[in-house]
C-alpha cells in the first residue's frame, strides 16, 4: 500500500531512547529517498466487510472460519474516525490540523483527534503502530481505511470521508457520558451494542483538549489534541451481553468545557466501524 508522500516533515519525538531516535532516522533517510520522486498516491485498505451490500448479514469480525458467533449485521453511513499525526515543529501540520477542524464543523459525519507525537508517548505509540514512520502530517480514517500523508489538498480529505463513510462495516452502536469528579479526575462512561450478533473489535476512548495547550509552528493551538486513553481495549459485544464500562481517568485537564472524549470502535482487522463524541 502507498500514501501521499506530498511535502511530510520529519519527526523528532522527545521520549523516545536514543537507540530508537537512531533507528527511526535512519529509516526516515530511506523513506526520504526511495519516495523523493515517487508519484503521489493514496491506499485503500478492503477490509473484508467492504463492498458487502448493506442488509447483509456476512460475518466481518474476522472470526476463524465455522465460529458459532452469529454474524452482525452490516450498514453503510457510519460516524468515521480520523486520526491526524502531527508534530509542534512540522511545517506542514498546521495546514492538515485546519483544514480537518474546518470539516469537523462543516460536516456531521466525521471527528478526528490530532495525536501530537513529539510531546505525548501514547499519541507517539499509536503513530508507530499505524503510521510506522513514515512522517507528519499522515492522516489515518477509518484505522487506516483511507490515508493521506504529507501535504494534500482538503478535497482528498472530504473523498477519504466519503469513501470511508459509504463502506460496509458492522452495525454497532456507541453511547455514554462523561462528568467531572474533582480537579484532575473524570468519569467517563460507554456502551457499545450490536442488534444481533457477536462483535469482536477494539475501543479506545480519546481524551482530547478542543482548543490545546500544544502550540504548531504558527504559534496556533493545535485542535482536538490527545490528552491519553480513557478506555483503550479489545472488547466482545453481542446483541444479549453489550459491552459497558464505566472509568476514571486522572489527568491535567485544566478547563472541563475545553475537554471532550472521542470514541471509536475498530473491527478485528484495525478498521473503524463508528465514532461518538461525548461533551464535557
Known amino acids: 500500500m502507498s500514501k501521499r508522500r506530498n511535502d511530510t516533515y520529519e519527526m523528532k519525538p522527545d521520549d523516545v531512547s536514543a537507540k530508537n531516535k537512531a533507528l527511526f532516522m535512519a529509516i526516515i533517510l530511506i523513506l526520504a529517498i526511495g519516495t ?25 469480525d ?21 486520526e491526524l499525526f502531527v508534530t509542534t515543529t512540522c511545517p506542514y501540520c498546521a495546514v492538515a490540523e485546519s483544514d480537518l477542524e474546518t470539516l469537523e464543523q462543516d460536516r456531521g459525519d466525521f471527528y478526528f483527534v490530532t495525536m501530537v507525537a513529539d510531546v505525548n508517548k501514547d499519541a507517539y505509540d499509536r503513530y508507530m503502530e499505524i503510521s510506522k514512520q513514515q512522517g507528519t502530517p499522515d492522516t489515518e480514517f477509518d484505522g487506516g481505511r483511507r490515508g493521506e500523508l504529507g501535504a494534500v489538498d482538503a478535497s482528498n480529505y472530504v473523498n477519504d470521508i466519503e469513501y470511508c463513510k459509504s463502506s460496509a462495516v ?17 468519569s467517563v462512561r460507554v456502551s457499545v451494542s450490536v442488534p444481533s450478533g457477536t462483535f469482536k473489535g477494539h475501543i479506545r476512548a480519546f481524551v482530547i483538549e478542543k482548543t490545546s495547550r500544544y502550540v504548531n509552528v504558527k ?38 468545557g475545553n475537554i471532550a472524549i472521542i470514541v471509536a470502535v475498530y473491527d478485528s482487522y484495525g478498521m473503524g466501524v463508528n465514532a461518538y463524541r461525548i461533551n464535557l
Not at 458467533?69 to 453503510?76: E, L, N, S, T
Open 62 to 82: 474476522g472470526g476463524d472460519s465455522g465460529s458459532t458467533d452469529a454474524a452482525v449485521p452490516i450498514v453503510r453511513n457510519h460516524m468515521v474516525i480520523g
Open 219 to 256: 504559534n496556533e493551538s493545535i485542535p482536538n489534541a490527545f490528552l491519553g486513553y480513557a478506555i483503550n481495549e479489545d472488547i466482545t459485544t453481542s446483541s444479549g451481553n453489550a459491552y459497558s464500562k464505566t472509568v476514571t481517568w486522572e489527568g491535567d485537564y485544566r478547563d472541563a
Open 36 to 60: 523523493a520522486s515517487a508519484v503521489a498516491a493514496y491506499y485503500i485498505y478492503s477490509s473484508p466487510s467492504a463492498g458487502i451490500e448493506a442488509g447483509d448479514t456476512s460475518p466481518s
Open 170 to 186: 458492522d452495525d454497532v452502536r456507541i453511547s455514554g457520558d462523561a462528568s467531572v469528579m474533582d480537579s484532575s479526575h473524570l
